[in-house]
């Protein structure tokens, strides 16, 4: 079983004290996560409170309810803890995008894909990602 699961108050913890330590910088913070049975990525801009979350089998977000509310969590608690104002209309508002990513033609494929998505971010060196995520195929 995931840390995610296992101790979700100190992995929260961590990813606002990641947050914190990297506030000055506008960047992505990438999160892969597996279920027990599959590979997803979750990429975090902490300073525009977005969340991509990247799946190879096109899934979608709300499949994780656990990961979505501790990300939140750990977004709302940066947010105080930096001092951001924030509109009352966001104030409860992460955004959150699905992103079309290539979709694996297998059941064990995931992980690759999660990697190849990772390296693609990588590289390119941004701090969004676009709602279509053009990777090159499997090598």
Wanted: glycine share 4%.
């Amino acid at each position: 079983m995931s840390m995610w699961k296992l101790d979700p108050e100190n992995v929260k913890n961590y990813i606002v004290d990641m947050f914190l330590g990297n506030k000055e910088s506008d960047k992505l913070f990438l999160a892969p996560y597996n279920s027990g049975a599959h590979w997803v990525l979750f990429a975090i801009n902490a300073v525009s409170e977005v969340i991509y979350y990247l799946d190879p089998v096109h899934g979608n977000y709300t499949n994780h309810p656990e990961i979505k509310t501790m990300l939140d969590t750990a977004l709302k608690v940066y947010r105080a803890q930096r001092g951001a104002k924030v509109s009352k209309q966001k104030s409860n508002n992460i955004t959150w995008i699905s992103i079309k990513c290539p979709r694996q033609t297998n059941n064990i494929d995931c992980g690759y894909y999660v990697l190849r998505f990772m390296k693609e971010i990588v590289e390119k060196n941004k701090t969004i990602i676009p709602e279509t995520l053009v990777v090159l195929t499997k090598e």
